[in-house]
């Protein structure tokens, strides 16, 4: 068990439709990082949250939003849904977005349907 | 670009054999790091081991070791004594811009092992 945890577990959506996903970061960590995961591929970086503030992003469009609270739990929203949308959203934390190595630990993820 | 590469789809290891599972990368950025995380099939991503680009060592974490070979941009991971649990996903990662402000996080498209009995 990491600590990160991520609700819900499961969500079905239609296409259109916002969502809105959480996650709960370790004790002590105070950076998020949101990735998708497509069926069968690699994690794709989507964005990073330090300090409540966007840290880096990926290649994602900007319907995919965040936030980041002072307890430095964290949303991911993503808006106008389509059907490619689908995948495993995994958040990560870790100590500190300056530190040489920091490891980020994930949660067990959402897997969200875009029907 | 900057990007990682895991050639083997699949791999197939008898118990209690070491396996190697192959990871290359391609950066311009002198600093970063390079990780590799184990992925169930219950979908949660767990961390096993990380290398800096200036460690001069191999990093090693019990039964899993980072075979680090910077000139050829190589960071194999080495599972020795091979258990059946050992049978998932694997990722390799790589972390760049430490220390400018700006971070991205890439990973492989992963290398499915499978520990025979």
């Known amino acids: 068990e990491t600590g990160v945890t991520q609700s819900p577990t499961h969500l079905i959506k239609t296409r259109g439709q916002q969502v809105t996903l959480r996650c709960s970061s370790q004790?002590?960590?105070?950076?998020v990082s949101w990735y998708q995961q497509a069926l069968g591929q690699g994690p794709q970086f989507i964005f990073q949250y330090y300090r409540e503030e966007e840290n880096g992003r990926g290649n994602f469009p900007p319907r995919f939003s965040g936030l980041q609270f002072p307890n430095y739990s964290s949303e991911l929203n993503v808006n106008a849904l389509e059907l490619d949308d689908s995948a495993l959203y995994l958040c990560?934390?870790?100590?500190?977005?300056?530190?040489?190595?920091?490891?980020?630990?994930f949660g067990a993820g959402t897997r969200l349907s875009v029907l | 670009a900057q990007k990682i590469t895991q050639t083997q789809p699949g791999m197939f290891v008898q118990e209690k054999e070491a396996v190697t599972l192959d990871c290359t990368y391609d950066?311009?950025?002198?600093?970063?790091?390079l990780f590799w995380y184990k992925q169930p099939s219950s979908g949660e991503m767990i961390f096993l081991i990380y290398q800096g680009s200036y460690d001069q060592q191999n990093a090693t974490e019990g039964r899993y070791s980072l075979n680090f070979q910077k000139a050829r941009k190589s960071a194999n991971l080495v599972i020795s004594a091979s258990q059946l649990g050992d049978s998932a996903m694997y990722f390799c990662a790589m972390r760049e811009g430490i220390g400018s402000g700006t971070y991205k996080y890439i990973f492989g498209t992963g290398t499915r092992l499978k520990v025979l009995a």
């Open positions: 990560a934390s870790s100590r500190s977005s300056g530190a040489a190595g920091n490891i980020q630990y």
């Open positions: 950066t311009s950025d002198p600093s970063y790091g």
């Open positions: 004790s002590g960590h105070n950076t």
